[in-house]
């Protein structure tokens, strides 16, 4: 198959018609614009629908009732338009809707700009929302897995009616590499038992996140959190490089992974027993792997461009077993290949 030089953004927008979306519904916020521009053109063209809303907040909730029929819809923004958002997710989780979510972050707190940064790991994984509910978060390193993932997500979403984000940055949305468009390769999951068509020839049924009743409330938490159970234990998902004898893994996640790798192999031509691994799906966290990393390797470093989130998950899958380092930069230039490789001798040489 022929690769094609495509944008990030081109790439997330032309995966998610090839995956079948039915509607996009967004509102303009860089690094990301590029996405709704791309559906504007193309969505129309082969009768899907495409709205630019009023809001961010009108946006996620056209997707919240778009999803509610059964079709694939999706938004996209970033970063402070994503906070506006969060209510509408918790529904959307509650509802158990599978919608799909593309942030593309910026730097922070509040509006910040359009700088490298991976400010919005705690935003994607924890969300804002209130009570206990789970959004799977997918994150690309490449414009190719920009594709790749934007398939899984709705794979996911329908797969387990549930909310996914994929959590790209600033730069994947607006850098060029040459990528292939295969066929979405996952296989149509049916919605017939819950999607809301109307009531012809069938009971009526709603789908709502309003519960008065303490047990029944109580009983749709337990189910959802069983759900989160069986993603937990099967969808982990991961990127392992030259681990089998390191005495240092370096973990990262999204396009700061790029670096990281390049970092690794100049360590390893001099000598230095480092590896990397980078975690695929945020959440579920592959927490599997990294304890059984933890031990076998001297020391873990968690390299991020923020000032110390996915750092946390790390600690609690190691759980003491080895020290676990933290290097970050919050906003500003990338974090260098050189920077990296200075951080992996220093940690190396410190024992």
Known sequence: MTKKLTKGNYAIAQAAINAGCDGYFGYPVTPQNEIGEYMSKKMPKLKRAYISAESEIGAINMVLGACSTGKKAMTSSSSMAIALM????????????????????????????????????????????NGDYRIIVLAPSTVQECIDLTYKSFYLAQKYRNPVTLLADGLLGQMMEPVEFKDYPYPEIPNDDWALTGAKNREPRAIYSLEAKEEVLEKRVNLLFEKYKV??????????????????????????????????????????????????????????????????????LVIEMNMGQMVRDVQLAVNGK???????????????????????KKEIGNG
Do not use: H
């Open 322 to 344: 080895v020290p676990v380092k933290f290097f970050g930069k919050a906003v500003g230039k990338w974090i260098e290949v050189e920077t990296i490789c200075e951080k992996i």
């Open 86 to 129: 969060q209510e509408a997710l918790c529904y959307i989780a509650a509802d158990e809707l599978p919608a799909v979510l593309v942030s593309v972050m910026r730097a922070g707190p509040a509006l910040g700009y359009i700088y490298p940064a991976q400010g919005d790991y705690n935003q994607a994984v924890t969300g804002g929302g």
């Open 231 to 300: 993603i937990e234990e099967n969808e982990q998902d991961f990127e392992e490089y030259l681990t089998q004898d390191a005495e240092l893994i370096v973990t990262c996640f999204g396009s700061l992974a790029r670096n990281v790798k390049s970092a690794v192999n100049e360590c390893r031509k001099q000598g230095l027993k480092v590896g990397m691994l980078r975690p695929i799906t945020l959440y579920p966290f592959p927490v599997y792997k990294i304890q059984e990393l933890a031990k076998k390797t001297k020391k873990i």
